[in-house]
């Protein structure tokens, strides 16, 4: 690993003194940057853009930065090589150490920040309880890992792009499979293994105890942050307030009771099965104001008599006898919500109390004392 700093800055101000491989470095980079930030959106239940930008630490923005530069910069030098190439061998060597370092990029960017990890349970839930487990306590080891494999994998494609390689030359037409090269790939290749062994050894000791996958794992840094920073409100204040918020604000937290992380994940995996309806909040502690506001000019809609049988049959049944414990906002948004749903979709009362209940937004258990409204 001599001269590293040389070897690499040399590389790509020759790769880089063509145009269309700096389009390619910013491409790719543009891509990986995107990707870190769709995993959690996409496998968090009610997370948006907005919201995973809110909870991004310091450490997160560096890695950010960072992981997308070191994925886009193997690719773009390993391309170059590829289209310099002298023969079909050293088109197989590149693809061998290119590959290590794009799944090194992979496998840090999975594990490499705070709230990805907290998606690593749902993406890797099948493993059962020990596998995510073993993952989340040693991701940082295996994004370190990750990392300094790809520096390494660096530093050898910027000596493959200098022809500074003796055994691999660009261009060249010497025999480029030795066997130190082998070596490496083996070695390589061996590390990659154990840690897939590991995870599935852990997964299966925990599996064969009857534990259940950590699924709830993946909702675990919204939920904290929900619990400790709502801005919702029983008071009459708030509720009017609601009108006048920009669109783009949100309605947070709970409004009695303490947020229950067990009850939270039942209610989020619950309301899955109806999220083709836009106007079905996904999170009950967590509503955009512009959808509130859509949802409480519902409230005063005149029903049919058959429409107002449906509703009141989500009154009588539902766990709070109707859209919340109390009068509070959210009796006003999610009443509107369910006149919604009857007139506009063609609700049953019974689907209308299902998902009353489970957008119950006054925290705890869900076992709340029904009271008169005031």
């Given at each position: 690993?001599?001269?590293?700093?040389?070897?690499?800055?040399?590389?790509n101000?020759?790769v880089?003194s063509?145009?269309k491989?700096?389009?390619g470095?910013?491409g790719?980079?543009f891509?990986?940057?995107?990707?870190?930030?769709?995993?959690?959106?996409?496998?968090i239940?009610?997370?948006?853009?907005a919201?995973?930008?809110?909870?991004?630490t310091p450490?997160?923005?560096?890695?950010?930065t960072i992981l997308?530069?070191?994925?886009?910069?193997?690719i773009?030098?390993n391309?170059y090589?590829l289209k310099?190439r002298?023969?079909?061998?050293?088109g197989v060597?590149?693809?061998?150490?290119?590959?290590?370092?794009f799944?090194?990029?992979?496998?840090?960017?999975?594990?490499g920040?705070?709230?990805?990890?907290?998606?690593v349970?749902?993406?890797?839930?099948f493993?059962?309880?020990?596998?995510?487990l073993?993952?989340l306590?040693?991701?940082?080891?295996?994004?370190?890992?990750?990392?300094?494999?790809?520096?390494?994998?660096?530093?050898?494609?910027?000596?493959?792009v200098?022809?500074?390689c003796e055994s691999?030359r660009?261009g060249g037409?010497?025999?480029i499979?030795?066997?130190?090269l082998?070596?490496?790939?083996?070695?390589?290749?061996?590390?990659?293994?154990?840690?897939?062994?590991a995870?599935?050894?852990?997964?299966?000791?925990s599996?064969?105890?009857?534990t259940?996958?950590?699924v709830?794992q993946a909702l675990?840094?919204?939920?904290?942050?929900?619990?400790?920073?709502?801005?919702?409100?029983?008071?009459?204040?708030?509720?009017?307030?609601?009108p006048?918020?920009p669109d783009?604000?949100r309605?947070?937290g709970s409004?009695c009771s303490?947020?229950?992380?067990?009850?939270?994940?039942e209610?989020?995996?619950?309301?899955?099965?109806?999220?083709?309806?836009?106007?079905i909040p996904?999170?009950?502690?967590?509503?955009?104001?512009?959808?509130?506001?859509?949802l409480?000019?519902?409230?005063d809609?005149?029903?049919?008599p058959?429409?107002?049988?449906e509703y009141?049959y989500a009154m009588?049944n539902?766990?709070?006898k109707g859209?919340?414990?109390?009068k509070?906002w959210r009796?006003y948004?999610?009443?509107?919500?369910g006149k919604?749903?009857?007139?506009?979709?063609?609700?049953?009362?019974?689907q209308?109390?299902q998902?009353w209940?489970?957008?119950?937004?006054?925290?705890?258990?869900?076992d709340?004392?029904?009271?008169?409204?005031?």
């Amino acid at each position: 690993m001599k001269n590293y700093g040389f070897y690499l800055l040399s590389a790509n101000k020759l790769v880089f003194s063509d145009r269309k491989y700096i389009l390619g470095f910013v491409g790719v980079a543009f891509a990986m940057f995107w990707l870190l930030l769709y995993i959690p959106i996409r496998t968090i239940p009610g997370n948006d853009l907005a919201f995973q930008i809110s909870i991004l630490t310091p450490k997160d923005w560096f890695l950010f930065t960072i992981l997308p530069i070191l994925t886009a910069l193997s690719i773009v030098m390993n391309i170059y090589i590829l289209k310099n190439r002298g023969s079909a061998q050293d088109g197989v060597a590149m693809v061998g150490q290119g590959g290590t370092g794009f799944l090194s990029g992979v496998i840090a960017s999975v594990f490499g920040t705070a709230t990805c990890a907290s998606c690593v349970a749902s993406i890797f839930g099948f493993l059962g309880f020990g596998g995510v487990l073993f993952l989340l306590q040693y991701r940082t080891y295996i994004t370190t890992g990750a990392i300094i494999l790809m520096l390494i994998s660096l530093y050898f494609t910027s000596k493959r792009v200098l022809n500074a390689c003796e055994s691999c030359r660009v261009g060249g037409h010497s025999k480029i499979w030795h066997s130190n090269l082998i070596n490496k790939k083996v070695h390589i290749t061996a590390i990659l293994l154990l840690v897939v062994a590991a995870i599935f050894y852990f997964g299966s000791v925990s599996k064969n105890k009857g534990t259940s996958p950590l699924v709830n794992q993946a909702l675990a840094a919204k939920f904290d942050y929900l619990s400790k920073n709502g801005n919702s409100s029983c008071s009459q204040s708030f509720q009017t307030s609601i009108p006048v918020m920009p669109d783009d604000s949100r309605l947070q937290g709970s409004c009695c009771s303490p947020m229950n992380m067990h009850r939270y994940q039942e209610q989020v995996e619950g309301l899955k099965k109806y999220k083709g309806s836009a106007e079905i909040p996904a999170d009950p502690y967590d509503i955009e104001a512009g959808l509130a506001k859509k949802l409480l000019s519902y409230y005063d809609l005149q029903l049919t008599p058959d429409e107002q049988k449906e509703y009141d049959y989500a009154m009588q049944n539902s766990d709070e006898k109707g859209p919340c414990c109390c009068k509070c906002w959210r009796w006003y948004v999610y009443g509107g919500l369910g006149k919604l749903l009857i007139r506009e979709k063609g609700f049953t009362g019974e689907q209308v109390t299902q998902i009353w209940n489970l957008s119950d937004g006054c925290g705890g258990e869900g076992d709340h004392v029904n009271h008169d409204a005031s």
